[in-house]
């Protein structure tokens, strides 16, 4: 009689080849559910009626009209504005000046890059309350340097509208920066050194050393960390929810507090949607550009 079926072996073989696929299946269906599921779902409920609860009826851009006739809208984008460029640029220079100290291998090079990448092991929500204190004219800096006798010290940018959004700015920074300082410096350190030797030979100072040859070279590091940053202005929250809680007022608000204070607070849960969806072609239109630059270099 003819024996019927693969052999053990094959069996096992087709197994271990569709084993991982097996494996992986799970995960990868809950992230097409739950991401971009939810995706779907906010992009439909933003062109709807929505209210306090989801209404499916579609309204065509109706909710986009009422967003951008919002005036607390335009004050969320002007504070991203402003934190995004600031927050951006500080964090660069400063992870730079760090990176070439560091650089230099000197002694405390351990003792300075663990205090600079301290800050990252924390939550925004920490950072944001600590600053909070620190920066509250009753609690903080102005307190101690009155008491220290500066009478007529003052820095109460927490409570003025004009200023509280440098307030986030610095918080952000104080805990980002050193962020940057690891990336450009792992950039840094791939520098050939014959690359170095040479500029040293041509006559080249340190200065124009790095900043004519070196960091040319490491344009990739530095468009990673500009995405890296702005991704992260770009969906700040808790730093702003902790340390100023959006306010004075609305002055601090940014589109991540604005869709939650709509969504959750003023029942209006079409704006919140449209406002979302507008956060995320932001989004799109920073990293698209940066993977089209990246695989068209690759395939150079």
């Known amino acids: 009689m003819a024996v019927t079926g693969s052999p053990p072996r094959i069996r096992w073989r087709s197994f271990d080849r569709w084993l991982p696929q097996i494996v992986v299946s799970p995960l990868f269906a809950m992230s097409l559910f739950f991401v971009y599921g939810f995706i779907g779902w906010t992009l439909y409920i933003s062109f709807t009626r929505s209210g306090v609860m989801p209404d499916y009826r579609l309204d065509g851009i109706g909710q986009y009209v009422r967003l951008w006739s919002t005036p607390r809208w335009h004050v969320a984008l002007r504070n991203l504005v402003t934190f995004s460029v600031l927050f951006i640029s500080l964090c660069l220079a400063i992870g730079i000046l760090l990176a070439i100290l560091l650089d230099q291998r000197i002694r405390i090079e351990g003792a300075i890059r663990t205090i600079y990448l301290y800050p990252m092991a924390l939550s925004f929500i920490v950072t944001g309350t600590v600053w909070k204190w620190l920066l509250n004219p009753g609690l903080g800096l102005e307190r101690v340097m009155r008491q220290a006798g500066f009478e007529s010290f003052s820095f109460d940018w927490l409570v003025n509208s004009n200023y509280a959004i440098y307030t986030v700015v610095i918080a952000g920074v104080w805990q980002s920066s ?43 590091v530095f468009m990673s960390t500009v995405i890296i940053l702005g991704h992260l202005a770009i969906k700040s929250f808790d730093l702003v929810m902790a340390l100023t809680g959006g306010g004075p007022g609305y002055a601090t608000d940014m589109p991540a507090t604005f869709m939650y204070a709509f969504a959750f607070q003023r029942s209006e849960l079409g704006v919140a949607a449209a406002s979302a969806v507008m956060m995320l072609v932001t989004v799109v239109a920073i990293i698209v550009p940066y993977l089209y630059s990246e695989l068209r270099g690759a395939r150079r």
């Open 178 to 220: 050193g962020y940057a300082m690891a990336l450009f410096l792992a950039g840094l350190r791939s520098v050939d050194d014959q690359v170095l030797k040479a500029a040293a030979i041509d006559g080249a100072g340190p200065l124009r050393t790095y900043f004519s040859i070196v960091l040319p070279m490491m344009r990739p």
